[in-house]
């Protein structure tokens, strides 16, 4: 049987009902003044309001979301920053990790939302292009593990590219990280459970951003407990738009997922909405 974070307990209810809280007040449909005064009431022992304030809902593709139940494998956590420099250093030994390690001894708090401190290569560092960024991080990840791709080929600058808004993102962190590598708050596909990568578009949080392929790829190197069988939360890459047909059309979106004993890096339609896949996304640090 099968183990989530997530567990059907009251301790797994509370963290699911925490979740959505989380994301209501993120996405504008529940007021963090009504979160806040319930919250005193309940530290207080004193019976809370039942009248919800919340506003108008996001409405934008509000259908292209389902129940999902699944969460990550029950060996997954996120690393600690040097386990994870450890790792990458034996991939790409000239990097220069300097600054991260400096960052490292007096983090900020988490944004809302965020699971942990990911450490990934500023991709210009990897390659002279994203688009060779992306073949290398799979080339990596086929290395240590079982991977098949089914766009190995077809990733090049026709087919595949950053979001504005996740490359506008990764340009902010990068003018005050400076170095090779940066550290970016996220998580990895909980929060936006259940829903397509054009809902997740969204329902950002003003300081959210979607994940990409190499991003993600990076991730699931340094933690590749978190993709180890099927009955667990898959993972989709909105950071990146994909064009099948590399015809100007940018309607998929990469994902992650395990299958049959092994990794696999796809591309699904935007509009598609699984239980079991979610979302991955970064956040602006504090």
């Keep these: 049987m099968t183990t989530h974070v997530v567990a059907d307990d009251a301790l797994g209810v509370v963290a699911r009902r925490q979740w959505e809280v989380q ?3 993120m996405e504008g449909t529940l007021d963090p003044g009504f979160v806040a005064k319930n919250l005193q009431l309940i ?6 309001s039942s009248a919800a304030a919340t506003v108008t809902a996001c409405p934008f593709f509000a259908g292209e979301e389902v129940k999902s139940n699944y969460g990550y494998p029950s060996g997954y956590a996120v690393k600690p920053i040097t386990e994870q420099l450890i790792v990458l250093s034996k991939h790409f030994p000239g990097l220069d990790v300097s600054s991260v390690l400096g960052l490292s001894k007096d983090l900020p708090g988490l944004p809302q939302g965020a699971e942990g401190w990911f450490v990934v290569p500023k991709h210009e ?5 994203y688009n060779d960024a992306v073949e290398k991080i799979l080339e990596v990840i086929g290395a240590t593990r079982n991977l098949y791709n089914y766009r190995k080929g077809v990733t090049g600058p026709k087919y595949l590219k950053l979001s504005d808004r996740t490359a506008e993102a990764l340009r902010m962190i990068g003018d005050y990280q400076k170095g090779d590598v940066l550290l970016i708050p996220g998580q990895f596909g909980l929060m936006h459970r259940g829903c397509s990568t054009r809902r997740t578009r969204m329902v950002y949080a003003p300081n959210e951003f979607g994940l990409g392929s190499f991003i993600g790829g990076t991730m699931l190197l340094t933690h590749p407990e978190r993709l180890v069988q099927w009955e667990q939360l898959h993972v989709d890459l909105p950071g990146d738009e994909y ?7 940018f309607g998929h979106a990469p994902c992650l997922y395990f299958l049959v004993g092994r990794v696999k890096f796809g591309a699904d339609g935007v509009s598609c ?8 996304s970064g956040f602006l640090p504090q």
Excluded: N
């Excluded at 560092?125 to 292009?129: F, I, N, P, Q, R």
């Excluded at 064009?243 to 059309?249: I, L, P, R, T």
């Design 273 to 280: 909405a699984y239980g079991l896949f979610g979302s991955a």
């Design 125 to 129: 560092k990897v390659a002279t292009t």
């Design 23 to 25: 994301r209501r007040v």
């Design 43 to 48: 530290a207080e022992e004193r019976p809370v």
């Design 243 to 249: 064009s099948s047909g590399a015809d100007g059309q």
